[in-house]
C-alpha cells in the first residue's frame, strides 16, 4: 500500500482539486485508490458524492466505527472515498484528551485490513 499526502494549513492553494485529480487519474490506471477526505467543508467528497454521507471520517476517528462502514463507492471504477462532514471540525475537541489520537485513523485503516 502506498499513501500520498496533500496537507498544507493555507487554504486556497489548490489542496483539495489536486487529490481529487490525484486520485480519479490513479484509478483510471488501474490502481486502488481511497480518498480520504479530513475537511470538514467536505468538498473532495461533494465533487464524488452530491448528498450528506450517513457516516464519515468523523464517525470512524472519533466513535471507531469501522471504516469500511463510512466508504463510499463513487462512479470511478476502482476509486472510493472515506467521506468527510462538518462534524470533523469538532473531532479535535472530541479528541483532545484521548491516548493515541493521533493514531486512530491509521489505526481504522490497518484493522480493517485496507492496506
Known sequence: MKIIAVVNQKGGC?????????SAG???????VLLIDLDPQASA?????????EKSAYDVIV???PISSAIIKTSIKGLDILPSDIMLSGADLRLSSVIGREKKLKNAIFKTGLE
Open 45 to 53: 467528497t461533494s465533487v464524488f458524492y452530491q448528498d450528506d454521507p
Open 63 to 65: 466513535d471507531e466505527m
Open 14 to 22: 489548490g489542496k483539495t482539486t489536486s487529490c481529487v485529480n490525484i
Open 26 to 32: 490513479l484509478a483510471m490506471q488501474g490502481k486502488r
